[in-house]
T-cell receptor
Framework: AQTVTQSQPEMSVQEAETVTLSCTYD???????LFWYKQPPSRQMILVIR??????QNATENRFSVNFQKAAKSFSLKISDSQLGDAAMYFC???????????????FGKGTKLSVKP | GAGVSQSPRYKVAKRGQDVALRCDPI?????LFWYQQALGQGPEFLTY????????KSGLPSDRFFAERPEGSVSTLKIQRTQQEDSAVYLC?????????????FGDGTRLSIL
């Protein structure tokens, strides 16, 4: 069974600094998708960034980028120039391939609570 | 609508009561997912619909949980004879296609508290 592990329950960063959130996963598949979601206190899960496993290039969305290490099954999120609005729970999620009976549900880690200090 | 809408936002029920949670996905979205999020945890998959067909209900914790999407749009998650362990946030998500490249869009969730 696939699993997603986030080993940092809480992280803190100074405003304007850079922070990296860690995520590892376990799967026997070679084709899959990885996501980072942000969940503020309002509870809505907001997609931050996504990565297809077949793509070697790391995904980037403005201040957010990932370090995808397929062999190590690692998928860390880097937030540059941290802003107060970045404070939230961050969840790493895995989705299996479209074939093989996978229905597309996401498997989430337990989350990392990010605090941003002014 | 512009996003996934869930109602009610909060629901308090006494143990043993039945509850119904509603999800209105983004118009035209084929895939619909329900997740359960316990306090301090990540969401866990409950069930999946492709249009009106419930293709996967492997995550439903017991036969007290039932979900439907009769016309392939709005979905209802029903919990019968609620127990305290059912207290959680219930999230609904929809996706335009079954492609893994298409992200799931989440609603604000329903926070269910069982007294």
């Amino acid at each position: 069974a696939q699993t997603v592990t986030q080993s940092q329950p809480e992280m803190s960063v100074q405003e304007a600094e850079t922070v990296t959130l860690s995520c590892t996963y376990d799967t026997s598949e070679s084709d899959y998708y990885l996501f980072w979601y942000k969940q503020p206190p309002s509870r809505q899960m907001i997609l931050v960034i996504r990565q297809e496993a077949y793509k070697q290039q790391n995904a980037t969305e403005n201040r957010f980028s990932v370090n995808f290490q397929k062999a190590a099954k690692s998928f860390s999120l880097k937030i540059s120039d941290s802003q107060l609005g970045d404070a939230a729970m961050y969840f790493c999620a895995y989705r299996g391939p479209n074939y093989g009976g996978s229905q597309g549900n996401l498997i989430f880690g337990k989350g990392t609570k990010l605090s941003v200090k002014p | 609508g512009a996003g996934v809408s869930q109602s009610p936002r909060y629901k308090v029920a006494k143990r043993g009561q039945d509850v119904a949670l509603r999800c209105d996905p983004i118009s035209g979205h084929v895939s619909l997912f329900w997740y359960q999020q316990a306090l301090g945890q990540g969401p866990e998959f409950l069930t999946y619909f492709q249009n009106e067909a419930q293709l996967d209900k492997s995550g439903l914790p017991s036969d007290r949980f039932f979900a439907e999407r009769p016309e392939g749009s709005v979905s209802t998650l029903k919990i019968q004879r609620t127990q305290q362990e059912d207290s959680a946030v219930y999230l609904c998500a929809s996706s335009g296609t079954i492609s893994g490249n298409q992200p799931q869009h989440f609603g604000d969730g329903t926070r269910l508290s069982i007294l």
